[in-house]
DNA sequence: CATCGTTATATATTGAAAAACATAGCGCTA
DNA sequence: TAGCGCTATGTTTTTCAATATATAACGATG
């Protein structure tokens, strides 16, 4: 017996979204922004391009990064001070398998959302 | 071929978490709150008290019922103004429809994150 | 017709999160 | 040893949403 709440609504779209992370004790560390920022610093080699490009402030990054960093076993980035480049950042083996995770997880969720969608429609 | 998070991430619990809503138009107007207060509404009668009892502000009750309400063929809040009791409101018939929708698609929710969340254990 | 509790609405205040800014340290290079 | 660009960290400023506060209108009632 389904509900026909599409009626209910004015004429229009609607959909059914929402947003997906982990958390541990109540704390999300793992979600779209951190998953982000761990590609573009596998791209650029710095969290400070990254968090540019991002149009974030380093400090947020920074943050992010740290705290990620400290509910791994291993360090999903690891960075270096000084150098020829003043330093850098790069992604652990690690990240990479927590960035196919995460792209895995929001595909399933894509299609739970879109088959709630089509309940609307 | 299943990856396994799991040993990336320290010792602790760890679980998928989400929210999920209705939108239109990329603007949301239906989700955890407005339900609570809807149900809120119905049991005392009053949007001031129903606000009240949820902690929230009458206004930002207020807005929201006012968008809920502009999204919806009919009304889903109907108040008055007024009278002995100094005014009051209702919920209509819509809104237990949307109510009783709202517990199932969460349900439906609650069990996708715990077969995510299975994952991890 | 004054009082009551509520809806309806506008404005002021607050508070928390983000951004912006500042500064020190690092290690290679010239 | 000075300079470069980045990491690391603390402090200040800004922004923005939520709350608080204020006021009018409403309609039954005594």
Known sequence: MEEPIRNL?????????????????????????????LERIAETGSIKQAAKAMGMSYKKAWD???NLNSMGVRPFVVTSTGGEKGGGSSISEEARQMIAYHRQLRERFRQFLEQESSHLK
């Open 9 to 37: 609504l004015k004429e229009g779209t609607f959909d059914v979204n929402g947003s997906l992370w982990l958390e541990s004790g109540g704390k999300r560390f793992f979600g779209p922004g951190p998953v982000e920022l």
């Open 64 to 66: 992010l990064i740290n």
